[in-house]
């Protein structure tokens, strides 16, 4: 069930282990749209929610997520609150439902050193296109071109983050290398009810609808 909610009203119920999707304007975001079928081209996930000192507790959102950024290609950390107000496009909070965080909080401390680890890599446009070109996979001579093996020396953004979930204990046996933007929000490990924190109600088709187990492989 889709909702509409400004940034600033549901940020502090914002978890680490939550998805942030995103659904640009740009030619290389309208290309990914055609090609995966979706209104979704780019997803990261939340970091950090909190920050206490002595006297206040501030949310301050983070995300982490493969991208080109102010100048920067690669893996990095960005402040939500900045890509909220910068981004040309729709964007939508994914909370994760009750037994994906169960599972998150058993094996979080496994992802957050995993995701850290990742910060710096290169950004892995190759990939993207392989990961989204998926009617050819199974062809004897052009599978090559359009299935991806998995590859971590550098990532793209839904690559990332299906990886970061499995390490996570949340989705399994899934190739994260042919995981799509729009794979990780359809993956039935959230919440009913998503909310679109900028745009104009925006369906995200098929959202929580697949069972996230040996995605992307090849039997």
């Not at 994260?176 to 745009?199: H, L, M, W």
Request: charged share 25%; proline share 3%.
């Amino acid at each position: 069930m889709l909702e509409q909610q400004r940034y600033h009203l549901v940020r502090e119920n914002m978890q680490p282990g939550d998805i942030i999707a995103f659904g640009g304007n740009s030619l290389f975001s309208r290309w990914t749209k055609l090609t995966t079928r979706s209104a979704v081209t780019h997803v990261a996930v939340v970091m950090q929610t909190k920050m206490q000192d002595s006297e206040t507790a501030l949310y301050y959102n983070q995300v982490i997520e493969a991208t080109s950024y102010k100048g920067k290609r690669g893996v990095m950390t960005n402040r939500l609150s900045e890509r909220v107000a910068s981004y040309d496009g729709d964007i939508w909070w994914l909370p994760l439902s009750k037994a994906s965080r169960g599972l998150f909080e058993q094996n979080k401390r496994e992802f957050f050193s995993f995701m850290f680890e990742q910060e710096g890599k290169p950004y892995d446009v190759l990939q993207l296109f392989g990961s989204a070109v998926d009617a050819i996979d199974e062809h004897p001579l052009f599978g090559s071109i359009s299935y991806n093996q998995e590859d971590f020396s550098s990532w793209f953004c839904s690559e990332l983050i299906a990886e970061g979930l499995e390490t996570a204990g949340i989705i399994r046996g899934v190739n994260a290398s042919e995981v799509t933007p729009v794979d990780i929000c359809r993956f039935n490990i959230f919440k009913k009810r998503y909310v679109q924190i900028k745009g104009e109600g925006r369906l995200i088709g098929g959202f929580n609808s697949l069972k996230p187990d040996n995605w992307g492989q090849i039997a």
